[in-house]
Structures are given as C-alpha cells and as structure tokens.
C-alpha cells in the first residue's frame, strides 16, 4: 500500500526500468512497430519530448529520420534529413561516434533555434553503435536539460535500437520483407510482400505492379484519406500511419494499418514511399501506457487552445484509468482556473467546489487546498490511497484514490490535473510512470495553448476594433448585422460591414471581404471600410465610390484584393441602386414572404484591374422588405456549391418573420461552416412616416442671381406654409450663403430646400472643398466676414459637408428659435 502523499516513484532507477523494458522488447520477435517502441521508452523513462533516429539510408551522403515519437519534429526546427558531410549534431556525431549533450546556450546560434516557434529546449544526440551507423536525436524542454538518469537512459535506447538500411527492407539482401512495399512516386508502380497481396487477397501472378490496383480494393470512403499519405505533396519525409479498409470477397471490410515514411530522391533514384501494412485487428488489442503516451503526445500535437489540451487528456486519460471524474485547470496567478471537467455535471463535484461555480466552470484560490498548494510548490506528481486525511475539497475528489499531477512548463507549473476514484484503486509502477510522462508533456501543451488562446483573443479584438461598435438609427428602416470568426486556428479574416448615413436620407449599406486570412487582410478591411465611408460622405454616385475604392486598393501595391456589395438606398422614395464588385448577390425577401436572389449586374473585385466598370442595378422596395447581404463564407464551403448556399439563404430567410430581424440573422447564422469567416448585414425597409417636403434651384452666375434665389426661396416657403419670422430668417440665410459661393467659389451653385418635423434645412452646394471659416472678431472698418456671423446668428445649426469634390454649407431653421 502507498503511503499518505508518496511521491510518484518506483523501487527502481529509470535506467534499470528501462533496461528491463527494452530487452523485453529486443528479445522478443521482431515486429513492424519495434523501433518505435524503443524510442517511447525515451518519452516515458527520459523525459524526452521528441525522439527520433538518423540513418544514412540507401545514399551514404545523406542522412534520412528512419523513425520518430513524440511530439512534432517542427516544434523544434529539426529536418527530416541532414547531409552527413555538413556541421549539424546529426553529421557530427554519425561521423566521430561520440555524443552530444546541448543546452539552450549551445543551440542559440543554431539553425534549429532559429526555426523553432517553440521556447528553450536542450537536445541529446547519441551515436548508434560506431562511427557512421546513424544517430539518436532527443529533445526536452525541462529547464535544466538532460538529468544523469536520462542520460543513462538515452544510452540504453541508442544501444538498443536495430537500425533498419530501410523501412520494410531485410538489411542484408536489400529486398522486400513479406509485410513491406515500396513505391516509386514518380512511376507509380509498387513493390509488395506477400503478406500485403494476401491481405489485400490477391495473387503475386494477378498483380500488375501499379497502385491504383490497390487503392481500387479500399473501401470507398477511405480512399481520400489513403489518397493522402501516398501522394508525394502531402507526404514529408518521417513515419506516416493510417488505419483503412479493404473490400473482402464475403463478410465486412477488413481493416488495415498502414505506416510508412518518405525517402529522398538520392542519386539517380526517384523519391520512394516505403513501409509497412499489417491486420490492424492484431494490433488493436496492444495498447499499453507507452502507447497511451504516445496518443496522447500525438493528441496534444494538434490541441490548439486550452481546453483541447484538457480534453486530450481526459480522452487519454480516463477510460484507460478507469477514473471517475478528471479536472484540468491553469494556474493564473493565485487561482485555479479549471479548464475541463470529466463529467462536466456541477452534482459530480464536491460541495465547496460549487459554491466557486461562478461560469461554466469553477475557479478557486490555490490557498484554499493547502495539500494541492503544496504539490505544485514541489512539482512533483503525487498520489493518495482511499481514506487518506484530506481537506474536503480534495477527498470529495476522489474517496477512492486522489493523484495530482502538477503540469510543468518553462520552469514554473502551468496548471494541475486532478484524477480521483470512488472505488479503492491500487497504484501499479507502471501507471505512476505513466502519470509522470503524461504530466510532462500536458505542461507544455498548455503553455502553448495558452500562448495561442491569447494570441486569438489579441486577433479578435482587432477584428472587433475593425467593425462598427453600433449600428445607426436609420430613419424608415432598421438594421441588424452579426460577424462569425473561423474557428480554423488562429485566423483573422478580411469580411466587414457597415451601414452610413448620408444626406437627403439616403443610406449605404455594404458589404465586403478581403482576400486571405491574417492581420493583413484584417488591416486592409479597415483601410476600405475607411475609405468607401469616405467616399460615400462626399455625395460620390454608388458606381463611383466603389470606383475610387477599386483605384486606391490598386495604389496601395498590395497582393490582395477585395470584393464588395454597395446598395444605397433612398429612404424617402423606397428605390435603392446595387453595385457589386466581384462579391455574391443580395437577397431580397418580399413582404408576402417570397424571396428574390437579386440578377443584380457585377464588376470585377477591387484591386484587380483599374480599368473596370461597376454598372448600377435598381432595386424596388416595398414597406416590409428585408435586404440580406452576406459573405461567402456563410453560402459556401467545401461541402456546399455556392448556387445550393445562396438558393437555401433565400429559403431560410423566406421561412423567418422579419418582425424580429436579430432573431432572424441568429436562426441564418445556425449551424453556418466555421471553416472561413461570415458577416451578414440584414435591413428592413418600413419607408417613412412622414416624407420631407424638397425643392431645389440652380443658381445662375448672373447679376440678378441672389435675387431670384430669394424670390424662388420666399414662394415655395410660402407653398410649404412658413410662418413669416422664419420666412424672413431664411431669406436673409439664403442671401448670405448664395453670394458667398457666388463670390468665393467657381462651377455651378445650387440651393436645396428641405421640410421635416417644422425643421427648415437650407443648403447651398458649389465646386469648392474650401469651407467658410467664422472670423474670430470683425472690426468697423471690415468690409467682409459678417456673412457667416449672420448665418450663425439666426440658425439653429449650421455646418459644411463634403460632396462630389466640393462641398454644402447648410442651416437649420427651428420656429421658436
């Protein structure tokens, strides 16, 4: 029986563990997966976050990864090959036979250091018998490297290993072993056993040679994946392994398990894929902690935030334990933050556990469990039996049996996992060392994870920032928009939407999506949200805004392009004009509840050539029509042709009530491919209460001028029935803002009256972008500058805009004033 609180050891040294264990596995008969096996032993026993072994292969100046464990070689910059004549570690030890032991500070100026994404590591290398029969490479990321176990341990591994002149080939003859093929990636044509024709069930004399007469037995649906390993663009040079099924003449599919490994084209050979395939139902079967390991390095390989790690351990983990519930959390700062629990339900978790269940998931002070407080401050995983003297928090854990595994990385502890037992549970030596390998390698992940889950949240509070915070009141008609990031990694993509306000209420409302995935795209969203937001202030048509849009993405010298759908839309009329640039059709839903994929005519996307036309389609609107504008990421995909997206969009939208249009975009959104970003813009169009009264004059660059416009300003005035104080103010405003455009500016001049809710807005537009500045004092003797003091004077408001290279300058009119 294990005492209270025993560390996690064996009565034996980790080289004499692996002494036994490795000549169990060399005495034993040889099989397919044996070198793989010797390296685990390096993960479990050594600590080793990689471990991988360098022979020369069929070509002598070149030395080739025969076999690997652990987690990725490209976490830590290592090639698939090296020449054996260069200076890496590799050639260096495979030519004078004497190891190499190297720290962080011995790496930093190495190739490795410089292409890893990964944090400080240290790395064995330890020649395979004499000079020039190959290597063991082995990484850790403990802070201190290598300890003299480990060491020794690594050379029991090196001793150990049978290095093979190449997968699937006897080392003497050269030729095929019975369960061993070769492929020639050039040609196509394969060399097989007899062990592969017979699992296969073919002859050696109805064999033709060629690949396809294997790949054509697979089970159908396992095709893509095979298809995978054995073309030469998705294969790099390592151990590949694949689980497929091949058609049996009588009865279900058999299943197959292939593994293999890409060799190098050398002198005057092609690039050959070599390996194995054996009956995968002989293999299931053998599972055993070194395995465990392996899966769960493999698992963790590929967890890209926080909470997969957890869930790769507690897939690893559990079941093979036979546990009752598993909790993995990160320490931040003083607090555990649980990440993961297994069974996630609040009744499965002791009592003070949910009085912290303030989310989804408790978090707790480290102080308030002294016993776990203690074993991250030693770092060492710890086990206790049932009945052992526990706070409550801990006990209720596990009755049966408690082990804690503080989760280390980059010299400080990232987290824990907790594991716990209701029935009384015996500690095995193997499983304690099976605990200890795996607290090693979860650490790591989850200081990755972590890294990557900030980094995320970093890139998406910049798309957030990119986006409009909050969408306009619009008048006539209401506006809903909703953004979905991908979930493909950490990927920031390129859509946007917007809506803006412009005068004589109209309103744009766009739509748009940058090339690529990144913070480019990103950046170069915000730059054409900016600028057709612009573009659009200025009063430009919609076919020009998208124009000086396309031009100014062609002069920033970007490889990127963009599309886009503009719609403006005329508030007081209920017409609106769509241009699209290169992006997927609006969709119009009717107040009957038909849909209509708007034919609407498209230019080419922005940033692709600056001789392109964006013609202007009209749209008809009817009080109660929604306009949908999407991205593609929402009617596209892998799986879906963007025809079928588009015609089951319109068939959704028909089918909601536009009543509620945020309920309506959360029900389109549903169930959306997160494989590329999506935005989605939806407007009601319910027209306006009351329409302004407008009138509009040209003002003429004669003598006369200002007079007819006071002429033209007093009768329609008096047609809209403006009391006469504010008929007289108007008049006076008029007559300043005329002449101040006829006398400052060039071009043609225009007076714009409006009425709404008894509010007058008189405007005058001319040619000139200058706008009036109010003069800080005037004296007696200034014969000018009054104008705009009067304006300011008798107005309720008054300012400038910009509008098709010149500007309006306007005043508002309030009776009562």
């Known amino acids: 029986m294990v005492s209270e609180g025993a560390a996690i050891s064996g009565t034996r040294t980790a080289p004499e563990r692996a002494e036994a264990a490795l000549y169990t596995l060399t005495a034993s ?10 390296l685990e032993q390096a993960l479990v026993l050594a600590g080793a976050a990689f471990a991988g072994v360098y022979t020369p292969g069929g070509d002598p100046s070149h030395l080739c990864l025969a076999e690997s464990a652990g987690l990725p070689r490209t976490l830590y910059g290592l090639r698939d090959g090296y020449p054996a004549a260069g200076a890496s570690p590799v050639a260096e030890v495979h030519r004078t036979g004497r190891p190499l032991w190297l720290g962080p500070a011995e790496l930093a100026g190495g190739p490795e250091a410089r292409r890893t994404p990964s944090g400080e590591f240290s790395v064995a290398v330890q020649p395979l018998g004499p000079a020039g029969g190959g290597c063991l490479l082995a990484v850790t990321e403990h802070p201190d490297g290598f300890g003299a176990d480990d060491r020794a341990v690594l050379e029991l591994v090196a001793r150990a290993i049978a290095v093979p002149a190449a997968a699937g080939f006897a080392e003497d003859t050269g030729e095929l072993t019975p369960d061993a093929f070769s492929l020639a990636m050039d040609t196509g044509r394969v060399e097989v056993g007899d062990v592969i024709l017979r699992l296969f069930g073919i002859g050696r004399e109805e064999f033709d040679g060629r690949v396809e007469s294997l790949l054509g037995l697979t089970v159908p649906e396992d095709l893509p994946a095979l298809m995978s390993v054995v073309e030469a663009d998705h294969m790099s040079i390592g151990d590949r392994e694949l689980e497929f099924r091949v058609v049996q003449p009588s009865g279900p599919p058999k299943w197959l398990r292939l593994r293999g490994r890409m060799l190098p084209a050398g002198q005057g050979r092609a690039a050959r894929l070599v390996g194995t395939v054996a009956d995968a139902s002989t293999l299931r079967s053998d599972v055993t902690d070194v395995a465990r390991v392996q899966r769960l390095a493999a ?280 241009v699209r640039a290169g992006h997927v059709q609006p969709v119009l839903r009717h107040p009957d509840g038909s849909t209509e994929i708007v034919q609407a005519e498209g230019g080419p996307p922005l940033g692709v050539t600056s001789q ?12 109660g029509t929604v306009i949908a504008l999407t991205t593609d990421g929402l009617v596209e995909s892998a ?179």
């Not at 048509?541 to 759908?565: G, I, K, S, Y």
């Not at 392109?612 to 009080?623: D, H, I, K, Q, V």
């Not at 403006?722 to 008049?731: C, E, I, S, Y």
């Open 29 to 38: 008969p040889a099989a397919p997966d044996r070198l793989r096996r010797v």
């Open 299 to 578: 698992a963790l390989a590929i967890a890209g935030t926080v909470r997969d790690v957890g869930q790769a351990v507690v897939a690893a983990l559990r079941r093979p334990l036979q546990a009752d519930r598993i909790a993995v959390a990160e320490l931040d700062n003083d607090r555990l933050v649980v990440t993961v629990l297994d069974p996630p339900e609040a009744e499965a978790w002791p009592e003070v556990w949910r009085s912290e269940w303030r989310t989804e998931w408790p978090d707790a002070p480290v102080r308030a469990m002294p016993t776990l407080a203690a074993a991250l401050r030693e770092g060492r995983a710890r086990i206790w039996p049932a009945g052992s003297a526990l706070e409550p928090a801990l006990a209720e854990v596990g009755p049966g049996g408690l082990a804690v595994l503080p989760l280390p990385a980059g010299g400080r502890m990232a987290g824990a996992c907790l594991i716990g037992w209701d029935s009384p549970h015996a500690f095995g030596p193997d499983e304690r060392a099976l605990l200890t390998a795996c607290a090693g390698l979860t650490g790591q992940a989850l200081l990755r994870a972590h890294a990557f889950d900030a980094e995320h949240e970093l890139v998406g509070m910049l798309q957030r920032t990119l986006l409009p915070r909050r969408l306009p009141r619009l008048p006539g008609a209401v506006a809903v928009a909703r953004y979905l990031p991908t979930t493909a990694g950490l990927e920031v993509g390129g859509d946007w939407y917007d809506v803006i306000p412009l005068a004589d209420n109209h309103v744009a409302l766009v739509i748009g999506d940058v090339q690529g995935h990144n913070a480019g795209a990103a950046t170069l969203m915000g730059q054409m949200r900016t600028a057709l937001r612009a573009y659009a202030a200025e009063g430009h048509p919609p076919d020009v805004v998208v124009a000086h849009a396309n031009r100014l993405l062609l002069d920033m010298e970007t490889d990127l392009f963009a599309t886009c759908a503009y719609v403006d839309v005329d508030m007081e009329q209920g017409t609106a004009l769509c």
């Open 612 to 623: 392109a036309e964006y013609p202007m389609t009209p749209l008809g609107l009817r009080p």
């Open 639 to 817: 799986e879906t042709d963007i025809d079928e997206g588009m015609e089951r969009l319109a068939a959704r939208l028909s089918a909601a009530d536009p009543a509620h249009l945020g309920l309506v975009a959360d029900a389109l959104l549903t169930g959306a491919d997160r494989g590329d970003d999506v935005a989605l813009l939806l407007t009601r169009y319910d027209g306006m209460a009351v329409r302004p009264l407008r009138e509009s004059w040209t003002v003429w660059r004669v003598p006369e001028a200002v007079r007819h416009a006071r002429r033209f300003t007093r009768r329609t005035l008096r047609a809209w029935g403006v009391a006469q104080g504010t008929l007289d103010a108007a008049l006076l405003v008029v007559s300043e803002l005329v002449t101040n455009a006829l006398v400052h500016t060039g071009g043609p001049v225009r007076l714009d009256m409006s009425l709404v809710h008894h509010r007058l807005r008189l405007a005058v537009a001319d040619s000139s972008p200058r706008s009036p500045v109010k003069p800080a004092g005037i004296g007696w003797e200034a014969t000018g500058g009054r104008g705009i003091l009067l304006v300011e004077a008798v107005s309720a408001a008054w300012g400038t805009i910009p509008v098709s290279g010149g500007k309006q300058v306007w005043a508002d009119l309030v009776p009562g004033d």
